[in-house]
């Protein structure tokens, strides 16, 4: 017996869990207490098993077909198309009530995908990939704006042959109401407990545990966006591509965070999406838009240290390999620095990992899903003349900036290359929006390049000296002056370039007009 169940484009939010301890609390927590659905609670013990054919049929259709035991029945599950984006899974499904764990596509003859499904299938079997067992808590809760969400904590175990992985995550699944809402929620528990966005299925990690897949590093790709809809939408889906960068670019750092590149691109996504952010300001499309800059940057201000450790160190390591002298087995200065670093990246590590950006990161992707509050905007330009206008502003400002600086002043430098960073981050995220205008991109980043190189000598001269009050070493204190003097020397000849390559790019914004 076969009996079809509503087909649904399920929408749901992932969060993984720091550690078990918040699987058992997060059904008691504060943030459900007010909204939860009087006896909604129900505890599940879930046996799923995926399959697929022996040429791998399904994966390579971007299908997953899967029979899961829910009580007494097993429910047959097909899985395809949709996106996942920073936790964000939208997906469409169909489901089948049938009578026994063997899988058969003839089950979805009668729904829409079942002819797909026959075609891809063909005439091979359908053979088990991966199992996964684990208890799932449910609860429903009706949110402030009438949402209705079933939150799920789930904890388990995905097993493909030999191998096994954990289970320990949230899945909140909007059932009905605005995808903000389950941000909200989202953020609102993250605030409580240590949370991350998942942004793998679980079909997804068994696969990369039976070694049916490999991880692939996802280039950010443009966000295709509507010019023709109000500007105030069309910046709203560039701000939510941009917070998926920053959560894509904190996992890659979680993962490998030993490697000095991850930490740059985390602030160079995180600055990134404070600027547009500071662009976006004139058009109200986020009620707490300063709020959410200053608390962006408070977070990228905890990298900075980090970061300058990198870069002392990469100069160090270029100063060793300039001189042509032995200076004995032990580098003390490297040593230091190494040392430092490691001190430095263990805390961000673990206030990364404990999801200190969750809430924050949550909650501004909720804003900018906010629909009443978009369509309540009202603005008399179009996208392009928006964007442009704005651009010509901020390139005037730097313009006028420069005016006055001073080449040889390492704070004029500092704070005229601030305002490019800013100037540049804006121009990349919304070249899109700007037809066949001509980009400034390419001059605004070799200046950014060439200044940024000016203050880090002042960046590393100061963060040696603090480093340095209690090492008494001479070896020490005389390689630390040897790697100021090396950076003050690129300081000066850069100093000189400084204001050619200033010239040019002038001359390349007179042309914005």
Not at 72 to 101: F, M, P, Q, Y
Not at 157 to 173: D, M, N, R, V, Y
Not at 390 to 417: F, P, Q, T, Y
Not at 475 to 488: C, D, F, K, N, T
């Amino acid at each position: 017996m076969v009996i079809e169940l509503p087909n649904q484009m399920e929408t749901e939010l992932k969060l993984g869990c720091a550690d078990e301890s918040v699987w058992d609390k997060i059904m008691t927590a504060e943030a459900l207490a007010a909204v939860i659905v009087s006896g909604s609670e129900i505890t599940q013990q879930l046996e799923a098993r995926y399959f697929d054919t022996p040429s791998h049929a399904l994966q390579k259709a971007q299908l997953a077909y899967r029979l899961r035991r829910e009580g007494e029945n097993w429910i047959a599950t097909v899985k395809g198309g949709g996106s996942s984006k920073g936790g964000l899974h939208a997906r469409l499904e169909w489901n089948v009530v049938v009578s026994d764990n063997e899988p058969d596509v003839r089950a979805f003859a009668h729904t829409e995908i079942g002819e797909r499904l026959q075609e891809v299938v063909g005439d091979e079997i359908l053979e088990p990939i991966l199992i996964t067992f684990f208890e799932r808590r449910i609860v429903e809760v009706v949110m402030p704006d009438s949402s209705t969400i079933e939150v799920a904590a789930d904890k388990g175990a995905i097993i493909a042959g030999e191998k096994t992985s954990p289970i320990l995550e949230i899945e909140l699944e909007l059932k009905t109401g605005e995808p903000k809402a389950l941000f909200m929620l989202g953020a609102a528990l993250s605030r409580e407990f240590p949370l991350l966005p998942e942004p793998d299925s679980k079909f997804y990690r068994g696969l990369l545990l039976a070694g049916l897949a490999t991880v692939q590093q996802k280039k950010n790709s443009v966000p295709q966006v509507d010019t023709a809809k109000p500007v105030s939408e069309a910046v709203a889906v560039l701000l939510v591509d941009l917070i998926h960068h920053v959560l894509t670019a904190q996992r890659a750092f979680l993962e490998n965070p030993q490697l000095p590149e991850l930490v740059h691109e985390l602030r160079i996504c995180l600055r990134r999406l404070r600027s547009v952010l500071e662009f976006a300001e004139p058009l109200n499309v986020i009620k707490q838009n300063t709020w959410y800059q200053d608390e962006l940057k408070k977070f990228g201000q905890r990298l900075a240290k980090v970061r300058e450790l990198d870069v002392a160190y990469v100069s160090w390591r270029q100063l060793q390999d300039y001189q042509s002298e032995e200076r004995g087995a032990k580098v003390w200065l490297g040593d230091v620095l190494a040392e430092s670093r490691n001190q430095e990246m263990e805390k961000i590590v673990s206030e990364c990992s404990s999801g200190l950006a969750t809430p924050l990161l949550l909650g501004l992707w909720g804003e900018l899903l906010d629909n009443d509050w978009q369509q309540s905007i009202v603005s008399d330009h179009t996208t392009e003349k928006f964007v442009s206008n704005g651009l010509v502003s901020w390139i005037k400002r730097v313009r006028k900036e420069a005016e006055s600086v001073v080449w040889a002043d390492v704070n004029d430098v500092h704070n005229l290359r601030l305002g490019i960073k800013k100037l540049k981050y804006v121009v990349e995220v919304m070249q899109p929006l700007l037809g066949d205008r001509a980009s400034i991109a390419e001059q605004l980043e070799k200046l950014q390049d060439t200044l940024g190189i000016i203050t880090d000598a002042r960046s590393t001269e100061i963060l040696l000296k603090a480093l340095l009050r209690s090492k008494s070493s001479r070896a020490v204190h005389l390689e630390a002056g040897m790697l100021i003097g090396w950076q003050m020397r690129e300081q000066m000849q850069l100093q000189k370039k400084a204001n050619k390559i200033w010239k040019k790019f002038n001359r390349a914004a007179k042309k914005w007009k």
